[in-house]
């Protein structure tokens, strides 16, 4: 028997995450390496636990090997609980076949059983790809004192960037009466952040109609929210102020690791009044060597440096060996830069090599964009791979250079 919850969190962890290309092509995008020792999927996890909020679904789909192995029992969160916690819960084999995800509300509505098995008042909805601290306990007090069916979290953004989002347009009461999904010409600059709390029963009943409509792309932005505000349903948005930033793309990705330096005091990782827990294997402490030279950087345990790193995360166990120059660059567990190597403003992922010699990336100022290495590549001594390239097999080191 599983004791009634007051809410349900379901965190949507399977996009393929295409735009990230080389850092996704083996690991679901809510599994990537951010800030030196935390992984994206910390966040929202950490989020519902410092929130109050201890039954967490996470639906994953595309590559979950890594994110299963990462989340566990959901120990580091403080969510293995013998009543709710921590499930993972990929598609599966049901009295009518087995079906992928087909999109957010269909991922939602395969899992309407697991929901309904604790028989909660709300269920927040929430996505694994986006860095920010939030308190959804205040969200869903919010959507309880407006009697709302659901509530959706916006952020402002600046007219130029609208287009990107989905576009909500309120009253003085912070009723939605519109919603513009990533709109040619915004009408407000009060974008959607993917999180939304519902009441259970009126979740269900859209859930239902919109599985049951063949033309749906069975997608809460496209159908679901339409849906609600075409029939009148009570719908607010719930002003979030603070840090919030989409990691989906390789340049935000780069840029939230560098807002971690300073460069945007509003997202402060260590505040411990609102931690955010990871799956850290414990590690040596760092070395300096001698001769280093460390400049505004953020150095996690395990790290070796001999020389010269400027404005750049590594993570644990990075190894940068005498003479070698790292700057502007996202360096992640346990890779080795060889001696008299230059990396520039660039993304390496764990356990690649960069052997002696080598010059990847280019001066941030002068760059076309941020060259990125995959896991585990091991680039050649005296390699030369250029501004703006992206490296995901051993091929593409050749290839690319051909290019």
């Given at each position: 028997?599983?004791?009634?919850?007051?809410?349900?969190?379901?965190?949507?962890?399977?996009?393929?995450?295409?735009?990230?290309?080389?850092?996704?092509?083996?690991?679901?995008?809510?599994?990537?390496?951010?800030?030196?020792?935390?992984?994206?999927?910390?966040?929202?996890?950490?989020?519902?636990?410092?929130?109050?909020?201890?039954?967490?679904?996470?639906?994953?789909?595309?590559?979950?090997?890594?994110?299963?192995?990462?989340?566990?029992?959901?120990?580091?969160?403080?969510?293995?609980?013998?009543?709710?916690?921590?499930?993972?819960?990929?598609?599966?084999?049901?009295?009518?076949?087995?079906?992928?995800?087909?999109?957010?509300?269909?991922?939602?509505?395969?899992?309407?059983?697991?929901?309904?098995?604790?028989?909660?008042?709300?269920?927040?909805?929430?996505?694994?790809?986006?860095?920010y601290k939030m308190d959804y306990a205040k969200m869903i007090d919010f959507h309880k004192r407006m009697n709302a069916d659901c509530t959706i979290a916006v952020i402002e953004v600046s007219l130029k960037e609208a287009s990107r989002f989905g576009i909500m347009s309120v009253d003085e009461n912070g009723k939605i009466f519109k919603f513009a999904e990533k709109p040619k010409n915004p009408e407000s600059t009060s974008a959607s952040m993917g999180i939304y709390v519902f009441s259970k029963d009126v979740l269900f009943k859209y859930l239902k109609e919109d599985a049951e409509n063949k033309d749906s792309s069975n997608d809460f932005g496209k159908n679901i929210i339409p849906a609600m505000l075409a029939n009148g349903e009570r719908m607010y948005a719930y002003p979030f102020v603070g840090y919030w930033k989409d990691v989906g793309t390789i340049s935000s990705l780069w840029e939230a690791n560098m807002d971690l330096l300073g460069e945007n005091p509003e997202l402060s990782i260590g505040n411990e009044e609102w931690r955010i827990y990871s799956r850290h294997d414990a590690h040596a402490p760092q070395f300096v060597g001698e001769n280093a030279i460390i400049e505004n950087c953020s150095i996690t345990e395990g790290c070796e440096i001999y020389g010269t790193v400027r404005n750049s995360v590594l993570g644990a166990g990075v190894c940068v060996k005498a003479g070698a120059v790292v700057e502007d660059a996202v360096i992640m567990d346990d890779v080795v830069i060889g001696e008299n190597a230059i990396v520039k403003y660039s993304i390496i992922d764990e356990t690649a090599v960069i052997g002696d010699g080598c010059s990847i990336g280019a001066n941030k100022e002068k760059a076309k964009g941020i060259t990125v290495i995959a896991a585990g590549i091991n680039v050649a001594p005296n390699t030369v791979i250029k501004d703006n390239k992206m490296i995901s097999t051993q091929d593409d080191i050749k290839e690319k250079e051909e290019a």
């Open positions: 028997m599983f004791r009634k919850k007051d809410c349900v969190a379901m965190l949507l962890a399977g996009g393929q995450g295409s735009r990230l290309y080389a850092l996704t092509e083996k690991t679901a995008k809510p599994a990537v390496s951010f800030g030196g020792k935390y992984r994206i999927i910390d966040f929202p996890l950490s989020n519902c636990v410092n929130s109050g909020i201890d039954t967490v679904g996470v639906l994953t789909q595309y590559q979950p090997l890594v994110l299963n192995d990462y989340i566990g029992n959901g120990l580091p969160w403080d969510l293995d609980r013998a009543q709710g916690g921590v499930k993972i819960l990929p598609p599966y084999q049901g009295k009518k076949g087995a079906d992928w995800y087909k999109g957010t509300a269909n991922a939602i509505y395969q899992n309407l059983e697991f929901i309904d098995r604790y028989d909660p008042n709300y269920v927040i909805i929430l996505s694994g790809d986006h860095i």
